[in-house]
């Protein structure tokens, strides 16, 4: 798919069909997502993939997200890492570095999704300290977002956007 295709075409998908993710499609995800910039290239990002019906479940039934979150073929589970770059870098990398990190690589995986054919969204609004207690996440890491990826079952229209005269200014 042409670059501006996969841009421009990108949704936040939210309804599924059963076909199955797989772990081709999933290793070329996780491989753009480890290709996006990252402060001083350090990487301060670390992913869990959740293709666990039971684990799923759980995430549904104990309210660390929406069910229909947990209907899509795989859910990564994108954390920052960032225990060396706060080393090096204190409170701007705490705040802001791996921050941006984790997002950077959070749009690489949906633009990468797009052009494979399969859809994602970006979930930032979930049960945090849960999402760590099911998966055993260490405290050193901290979950950024969640990413339902699979193929999308409807097409979605797009949001629309505010004029871009709003959002810049000329200096
Ligand atoms: C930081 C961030 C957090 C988001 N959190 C959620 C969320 O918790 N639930 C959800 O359904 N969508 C979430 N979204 C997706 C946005 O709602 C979506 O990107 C926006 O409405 C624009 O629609 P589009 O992605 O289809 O262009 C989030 C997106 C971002 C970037």
């Known amino acids: 798919m042409e ?3 996969v841009l421009y075409s990108r949704r936040s998908t939210r309804s599924f069909t059963d076909r199955p993710v797989s772990r081709e499609e999933i290793d070329a995800l996780l491989d753009a997502a480890i290709n996006a910039p990252s402060a001083c290239n350090m990487q301060s990002w670390h992913f869990y993939v959740v293709t666990d019906e039971c684990v799923k479940k759980r995430f549904a ?8 979150v947990c209907t899509a073929p795989v859910i990564f589970v994108v954390c920052t890492d960032g225990q060396d770059i706060i080393s090096r870098f204190g409170e701007r990398a705490e705040r802001l570095f791996v921050i941006q990190d984790t997002a950077a690589a959070c749009e690489n995986m949906l633009l990468t999704a797009v052009d494979m054919g399969l859809g994602g969204c970006w979930i930032g609004s979930f049960n945090e300290e849960k999402c ?3 998966l055993s996440i260490p405290q050193s890491r901290r979950v ?3 990413i339902p990826i699979g193929q ?3 097409h979605t229209p797009s ?3 505010k004029p871009l005269s709003d959002a810049v200014t000329y200096i």
């Open 61 to 68: 039934e104990e309210g660390v997200c929406a069910a229909w």
């Open 152 to 154: 999308p079952s409807q």
């Open 3 to 5: 670059f501006k295709e």
């Open 132 to 134: 760590a207690e099911i």
């Open 159 to 161: 949001r629309g956007r």
């Open 144 to 146: 950024a977002a969640l």
